[in-house]
């Protein structure tokens, strides 16, 4: 399966985070937000990044141009019905994450992945009350990281001091 658009559900800082790195790396991106308050919340804290990025000369504004262009905010789970993978993002709360992982099941097809940012709770028991449960991954996102995959400095600090202690 080709991954080719991503969707985000949450806008909150990891989630914002993880809809910018997705859409510097060419995704087209839709975060879902519950209303315009936290979609505006969202949409703020991808361009504060971005520009905070302009300013230390890791990117020139029309990068970052292109990548707040590449990121759909919406309220709208429909606007995700097309995602190839979709990452829940939402507060650490069992209840909250599987009334948003069923919703979202019933929106996007067979062949969607589903994974979750979550830092605490089971996997297996977010995914049991989806129907199709297979689709459920963990996701490979790491704190710390700036391209989800661990290759962050703060992660690479993190392995060494570890790495002393052995």
Do not use: W, Y
Request: hydrophobic share 45%; glycine share 8%; proline share 4%.
């Amino acid at each position: 399966m080709n991954i080719e658009r991503v969707a985000v559900l949450g806008g909150g800082l990891m989630g914002s985070g993880i809809a910018e790195v997705s859409a510097a790396h060419g995704f087209p991106v839709a975060v879902r937000e519950i209303d315009d308050e936290a979609l505006a919340g969202a949409r703020s804290r991808v361009d504060v990044s971005l520009q905070r990025a302009v300013r230390a000369g890791k990117l020139d504004d029309d990068g970052a141009a292109a990548i707040l262009e590449r990121i759909q905010f919406t309220t709208d789970l429909q606007d995700l019905a097309d995602a190839d993978l979709v990452i829940e993002a939402v507060p650490e709360n069992v209840e909250l994450k599987t009334q948003v992982l069923r919703a979202v099941a019933d929106v996007i097809s067979d062949e969607t992945l589903i994974a979750s940012n979550t830092s605490s709770i089971p996997i297996a028991q977010l995914a049991a009350p989806i129907q199709d449960q297979p689709r459920a991954r963990p996701a490979l996102l790491l704190p710390g990281s700036r391209d989800g995959l661990g290759r962050g400095r703060r992660c690479a600090r993190h392995q060494r001091r570890g790495s002393r202690r052995s």
